[in-house]
């Protein structure tokens, strides 16, 4: 695969666990390149907004035409960079991505109950109905475990969701999903399958929200047949 491929992993601020499998791609042949996502794997100092992480991507890639691999917020920042740049953008490989648009959210802001980033980034005890709905789309211990300048950003891209529509997605997309996801469930990988037009799902049976990790050989041989076309 001559073409760029870019890793973006998802919320951690250590990217070392990714290597097996960037080690694992590169004897298939594939030169993947696991980018240090802002605020997670490099400091930031403000607040970031989905369309800063999209600006940020389209820096680095460029105009090159890039095969983009995203883990959960990861996922996020690949499908809405699809969108705006989709001239950039030969294929995604989503693995249990998050930004899938909720209903119930979506229903929440609207009615004006809530908002999300002040839910979470100032008062996210005063509402347990927004704290519930919130501790479902993210894990309770990334919020936790995130210095304030992140708390605020979590809180940025989860508001963004609201207006992530998957099926202006051009690019063909590969959807690798846990079958045992609890933070992201597998309804998800369905729901998005059925907004991307040109998208296709692998589920990785026993495997939670990190698969490239627990099941890397299964995860690494489906990134490398896609890429190959051979699936």
């Known amino acids: 695969m001559k073409m760029p491929v870019l890793i973006l992993h998802g919320w951690s601020y250590d990217n070392s666990k990714w290597q097996p499998l960037v080690s694992s791609l590169k004897k298939s042949g594939i ?5 240090n996502v802002p605020g997670l794997t490099t400091v930031i100092k403000e607040p970031m907004t989905i369309d800063d992480y999209v600006a940020w991507l389209k820096k680095g890639a460029g105009d090159n035409k890039v095969v983009l691999i995203g883990h959960s917020n990861g996922g996020r920042i690949a499908m809405n960079f699809a969108i705006k740049y989709p001239e950039n953008v030969a294929r995604i490989i989503l693995i249990d991505s998050a930004g899938l648009p ?3 959210l979506k229903k929440r802001l609207k009615r004006g109950l809530s908002k999300a980033a002040a839910v979470v980034g100032k008062k996210l005890t005063t509402s347990p109905k927004a704290r519930d709905l919130l501790y479902k789309l993210i894990r309770e211990s990334d919020y936790r475990d995130a210095p304030p300048v992140m708390r605020q950003t979590m809180a940025n ?23 045992d996801d609890k933070a992201t469930p597998l309804r998800d990988a369905y729901a998005l399958k059925k907004l991307i037009k040109k998208s296709k799902l692998l589920v990785v049976d026993g495997a ?10 299964e995860v690494s041989k489906y990134i490398s047949g896609v890429l190959d076309g051979n699936i």
Request: hydrophobic share 40%; aromatic share 4%.
């Open 31 to 35: 030169s993947a390149q696991l980018l």
């Open 157 to 179: 891209l989860i508001e963004s969701d609201v207006n992530l529509d998957p099926s202006q997605i051009k690019a063909p997309v590969t959807i690798i999903w846990g079958a």
């Open 208 to 217: 939670r929200h990190s698969p490239q990790f627990t099941h890397m050989a």
């Open 102 to 104: 909720r209903r119930e």
